[in-house]
């Protein structure tokens, strides 16, 4: 029992803050008979119950037991009083790597030794069917040596369980490192999502500087979603071979953990042997999850909560708004001086907005060309001022039932556009819309 002392059931001195995450704080330790450096997550057991999560929880520990990797924060125990869950973790000296590019970008060798370590704990805890599905700076810290150390595997849950209130917090972080199909609720393959959030780290070492980035959330994930970067002109032909590999946009595409290993680039100065893999079962005990939350067994979180928790990470719809400042909504819309272009949201679903899409294209007597990715022509039949109008429509969808629709004249007449959209289109939608730009 944690006493005045400060000591953690007569085993571990508990020392300084070292961080805090949503439900969880983390403090330096010691443990009092070898001496050794801990860090210790203090986690808050009536918030988890709140939430849903301990089922949550309970899986995840049994997970990281199956990871022991030198790259991955060892969890060396979990112990339990009537109200703290407490994780003793291997401690991680140098802190956040990410404080390090902080003070500028890094170079390339000491960038590709990070990388390398990084994938290879990518590529154990893949093979032990683990993925993180949450990488991002926060997750990524030093040990004495410099070493990599990836957290949180199999816990991100803990940083994501937020979402039962309805709040992203901003110590979420950001939502930059996340695969377009996690975004966009497709239903996702966790290992190729990890080679995306590996492929935006890389850059962001590489560059000093996120390789998706907006202001405007909606934005950003329309960056995300076209996969539109850029790379800076110090980055070398191999460098951004491999990076727009990582960035596919395709999962199905995308590169795989065994071909980043191949290429020439990752390959230099690694050396696959460099670490002895170690895969005995950690100095948990099987049965301590099970002990540990026999207490929570009355897991009183309402169903729906739980149903939420097994779905796989992702932003709904009141993430998005509540990112957005103060529940601003103008805050989700890029400033837009040009009047060809103007968007929308709808809480309908995608099916719904294209078929009142179509029955307003009919009405106006606008032809209706289907396209690729969601876009819609609708195109006028006869020759306006600039030739014949036409007006793309685009559909980008966060969740199900919220979407972005862009609506843009791709030709014609500027105020031929305006006028129709004004005096017809606008109208003609009113059901489905849920605020225009500007609204
Ligand atoms: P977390 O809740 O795991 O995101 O941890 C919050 C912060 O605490 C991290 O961003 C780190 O700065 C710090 N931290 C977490 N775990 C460790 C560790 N094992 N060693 C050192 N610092 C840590």
Not at 367 to 377: A, T, Y
Not at 404 to 410: A, D, F, Q, R, W
Request: glycine residues 8%; charged residues 25%; hydrophobic residues 40%.
């Amino acid at each position: 029992m944690e006493n005045k002392r400060n000591v953690l059931m007569e085993r571990y001195d508990f020392g300084r803050l070292l961080g805090q995450g949503n439900f969880a704080k983390v403090y330096y330790g010691r443990n009092l008979i070898t001496g050794q450096s801990v860090a210790i997550k203090v986690i808050d057991k009536e918030k988890v119950l709140k939430v849903g999560l301990m089922d949550q929880i309970k899986r995840e520990i049994s997970i990281m037991r199956l990871v022991k990797h030198p790259n991955v924060l060892q969890l060396y125990e979990v112990m339990a009083t009537k109200n703290k869950i407490y994780f003793v973790i291997e401690y991680a000296k140098g802190g956040e790597l990410f404080n390090k590019v902080a003070k500028g970008r890094l170079k390339e060798d000491v960038a590709r030794m990070y990388f390398q370590q990084l994938i290879r704990a990518i590529d154990f805890c893949h093979s032990r069917g683990v993925s993180h599905r949450d990488l991002k700076p926060e997750n990524l810290l030093l040990d004495e040596n410099g070493g990599l150390k990836v957290s949180d595997f199999g816990l991100s849950a803990t940083a994501e369980s937020n979402r039962q209130d309805g709040f992203l917090h901003t110590t979420c972080g950001t939502p930059a490192y996340v695969a377009p199909e996690v975004i966009y609720r497709k239903g996702y393959d966790g290992a190729k999502a990890d080679i995306w959030s590996c492929g935006v780290i890389l850059f962001v070492l590489l560059a000093g500087y996120l390789p998706f980035h907006d202001a405007n959330l909606i934005l950003m994930y329309q960056k995300i979603r076209r996969a539109e970067y850029k790379f800076p002109n110090w980055f070398s032909p191999e460098m951004c071979r491999l990076l727009s590999r990582m960035l596919d946009p395709n999962p199905k595409t995308r590169i795989s953990i065994t071909k980043i290993m191949e290429n020439s680039w990752f390959g230099k100065g690694f050396n696959c042997n460099a670490v002895t893999i170690k895969n005995e079962v950690t100095g948990l005990d099987p049965l301590a999850a099970d002990v540990i939350f026999d207490s929570c067994e009355n897991d009183s979180a309402p169903a729906e909560a739980k149903k939420e928790m097994s779905q796989p990470a992702s932003l709904n719809a009141f993430d998005i708004i509540s990112l957005s400042s103060g529940f601003d909504l103008s805050g989700l819309f890029a400033k837009d001086n040009q009047k060809k272009e103007t968007k929308f949201i709808s809480m309908h679903s995608a099916s719904t907005i294209t078929s009142k899409l179509e029955d307003v294209a009919r009405f106006l007597k606008l032809k209706v060309k289907k396209k690729d990715g969601g876009l819609l022509k609708l195109e006028g039949s006869e020759k306006g001022r600039k030739g014949a109008l036409s007006i793309d429509t685009e559909i980008f969808e966060f969740t199900p039932s919220f979407h972005l629709v862009e609506v843009k004249s791709s030709s014609g007449d500027t105020l031929e556009y305006q006028q129709i959209l004004e005096n017809g289109i606008r109208p003609a939608l009113k059901d489905i819309v849920w605020a225009w730009q500007g609204e």
